[in-house]
């Protein structure tokens, strides 16, 4: 059972890392850009409490599709966009692992809000431990207004399609292109 389980992880690890990349070619990047603002509009319209919390963040990432799946192994992946003070300055990828008890796959748009330079800082140059502290919370009328920062940074998520269970432990990456 042990052999099976790393055979799962080391599967998991390299088809999450081989779904994970941010756009190179402009038309990609383009598209990108668009879905970004599509799924910013969206989640806006779901909370309009979002754009104040936006206007006071030195940074955001939005990625509009992070993928997610497995069976007591699982991860996702995604690719997104960096805005600094409101301005794109980048892109970033995602991805996420977990061991536990994890059923089904799902689809979701991710935010993740960032209210401290230092924690930005800490992100732009890898160093910021994003899976242990933040959790995510479901975009929804009023939720914004209520959301907490854990170590500068707060997650809003928005399900859009598929089904998960998961009570794993795991984390997050997120790895910026500036």
């Known amino acids: 059972m042990k052999r ?19 756009p190179t070619k402009p038309g990609e990047r383009a598209d990108l850009v668009s879905d970004a603002r599509r799924t910013l509009a969206r989640m806006e319209a779901k909370d309009p409490g979002l754009p104040s919390v936006l206007d006071h963040a030195v940074g955001y990432i939005v990625f509009p599709s992070v993928g997610a799946g497995g069976l007591l192994v699982g991860g996702g992946a995604g690719a997104g966009v960096v805005y600094e003070h409101g301005h794109r300055t980048g892109f970033a990828t995602i991805e996420h692992l977990g061991v536990g008890a994890i059923a089904g796959g799902q689809q979701f748009s991710e935010l993740v809000v960032v209210n401290d330079p230092a924690a930005l800082e800490q992100l732009k140059s890898g160093r910021f431990d994003f899976g242990a502290h933040a959790s995510a ?36 990456r997120i790895r910026l292109t500036m």
């Open 137 to 172: 919370v479901i975009v929804r009328s009023g939720v914004a207004r209520t959301s907490t920062f854990e170590n500068g940074v707060a997650v809003f998520v928005d399900p859009l399609r598929g089904a998960m269970v998961n009570a794993s432990l795991g984390g997050q």
């Open 4 to 22: 099976t389980l790393e055979l799962l992880a080391i599967v998991s690890i390299g088809m999450i890392a081989a779904c994970a990349h941010a």
